[in-house]
T-cell receptor, first 110, second 117 residues
C-alpha cells in the first residue's frame, strides 16, 4: 500500500516564526488532506489538496503530485498553532480510505 | 448541520465486555469510515463503508464488527474488548461529489476515548 512519510517529526518555534512541513508519499494519489490535531484531540481540516496550491490566512499548502510530495507552510506562527499536523492520502480506489503519516508535532513558544 | 457526531466521548470497559460506538452524519455522505489512533501514531483504518449495506475491512479490522443499515449511521461493535483496543476512535465521512461544496474531502467526528482494563 501507499507509504506516507512526514518530516520533521518534531518542531519547536518561537512565536512569529515561519515553518515548512513536508509530506512524501510513495504512489500516485487522488486525494490528499492536511489536518491539525489540537491539544484536545480534535482533527481540524486544513486543506484538501491532491494537487496545486491553496492558501488560507497564514497557512498555505502545495502538492506536487508528479514528484509525490506536499508542503504545508505556516507563517507568523502563534501559540494556538501548536499541536500535531497530519498528512493523509487516498489512493486510486477512491473509496474514502485515507492513509495517515506519523505526524509533525509543533510547539510554538510565546 | 451537526456534521459527524460520535457517542460516547469517553468509555471504560473491562476485558471481555462488548459495546457499540455510535457514529452519525447528517451530510448525506455515502462513504463512512472508522479509524483508531494510538499514542504517538497517525490514524489507522479499521472498517469502511461505501454505502448502505456495503462494508469492507481496513488495515486493523480484527476484534471489530460494523454494519451500515442507513446512510446516516455507521456503528462500530467491539465483541469482546481487549486491553489492546484501548485507543481513541474516530469516525469519518466523505461525499463522492458535491456536499458542502467540497469533493472528496473527509470530515472527522470528535472521537471516542476508550480504555479497556
Amino acid at each position: 500500500g501507499i507509504q506516507v512519510e512526514q518530516s520533521p517529526p518534531d518542531l519547536i518555534l518561537q512565536e512569529g516564526a515561519n515553518s515548512t512541513l513536508r509530506c512524501n508519499f510513495s504512489d500516485s494519489v487522488n486525494n490528499l488532506q492536511w489536518f491539525h490535531q489540537n491539544p484536545w484531540g480534535q482533527l481540524i481540516n486544513l486543506f484538501y489538496i491532491p494537487s496545486g496550491t491553496k492558501q488560507n490566512g497564514r497557512l498555505s499548502a502545495t502538492t506536487v503530485a508528479t514528484e509525490r510530495y506536499s508542503l504545508l507552510y505556516i507563517s507568523s506562527s502563534q501559540t494556538t498553532d501548536s499541536g500535531v499536523y497530519f498528512c493523509a492520502v487516498g489512493g486510486s480506489s477512491n473509496t474514502g480510505k485515507l492513509i495517515f503519516g506519523q505526524g509533525t508535532t509543533l510547539q510554538v513558544k510565546p | 448541520n451537526a456534521g459527524v457526531t460520535q457517542t460516547p466521548k469517553f468509555q471504560v470497559l473491562k476485558t471481555g465486555q462488548s459495546m457499540t460506538l455510535q457514529c452519525a452524519q447528517d451530510m448525506n455522505h455515502e462513504y463512512m469510515s472508522w479509524y483508531r489512533q494510538d499514542p504517538g501514531m497517525g490514524l489507522r483504518l479499521i472498517h469502511y463503508s461505501v454505502g448502505a449495506g456495503i462494508t469492507d475491512q481496513g488495515e486493523v479490522p480484527n476484534g471489530y464488527n460494523v454494519s451500515r443499515s442507513t446512510t446516516e449511521d455507521f456503528p462500530l461493535r467491539l465483541l469482546s474488548a481487549a486491553p489492546s483496543q484501548t485507543s481513541v476512535y474516530f469516525c469519518a465521512s466523505r461525499s463522492p461529489s458535491g456536499g458542502r461544496g467540497f469533493y472528496n474531502e473527509q470530515f472527522f467526528g470528535p472521537g471516542t476515548r476508550l480504555t479497556v482494563l
